[in-house]
């Protein structure tokens, strides 16, 4: 029998995928990460150019590592041996088939935000790869895009900030100050609401708590 978060979430997961919809993404609710799999690998056409930028929720989904196993041409950022190639592989995405990425928050109304430190993940949202797919748990979603931006700054930044080393006040505090640190992450702030051309982004929205 299905838990009450999972029906709070299976109601919430079908607000948003009309929602999405209705902004002319593409959009599929699974309620479990076996399903969420499942339906990125039917979404990916075998023999496609994949880059991804830092997501823990698809790390998570084992969804990297089924790639890899697959028949898919995977730029890997992680797999380079220098940080020449790195920026070089980082370039070559905006040319990929897909970009896989998550979201850092989610409004119930069909808005996306992601905060991003250098840029390499948020560029190739707003354009370059022909196809966009968002992965992300029901736990990003949020009643307003207020709420959303509200999340993204003061709940995932300052948790992903705990993995990089240059310090910064989240860092040692565990909470937002609205920093200027030379090791800020929060340099740039995408607010996605609307999928021009209609159907290159693609959600998956996972009904498990993924990611930060
Ligand atoms: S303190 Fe700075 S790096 Fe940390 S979440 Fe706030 S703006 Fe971002």
Known sequence: MATPKELYYEKRG???VKNLLSR????????T???????????IPEGSSIG??????????????ALHA??????DRDQCATPEER????????????????????SLDGQMVNIDGTGNRVA????????????????????SLEDAVRRARTVAAPMNKQRFPIQTPCEVTGTCADCKSEGCICNQMLITRHCRPA??????????????
Do not use: S
Request: hydrophobic share 45%; net charge negative.
């Open 124 to 143: 190739p949202i707003v354009y370059g790869p022909q196809n966009v797919l968002v992965v992300a748990g029901m736990n990003k979603v949020t009643d």
């Open 70 to 75: 697959g028949n898919y041409n995977c730029l």
């Open 24 to 31: 002319h993404f593409e959009a599929y609710y699974c309620a």
């Open 52 to 65: 991804w930028g830092g997501t823990l929720t698809c790390t998570q989904l084992g969804l990297m590592d």
């Open 199 to 212: 159907g290159r982004i693609k959600f998956i929205l996972v009904g498990e708590d993924l990611g930060m």
């Open 87 to 106: 920026e070089k592989l980082q370039r070559e995405i905006f040319f990929a088939d897909y970009f896989i990425t998550g979201a850092n928050g989610l």
């Open 14 to 16: 079908q607000i948003m």
């Open 33 to 43: 990460k076996e399903e969420a799999v499942k339906k990125a690998l039917e979404l």
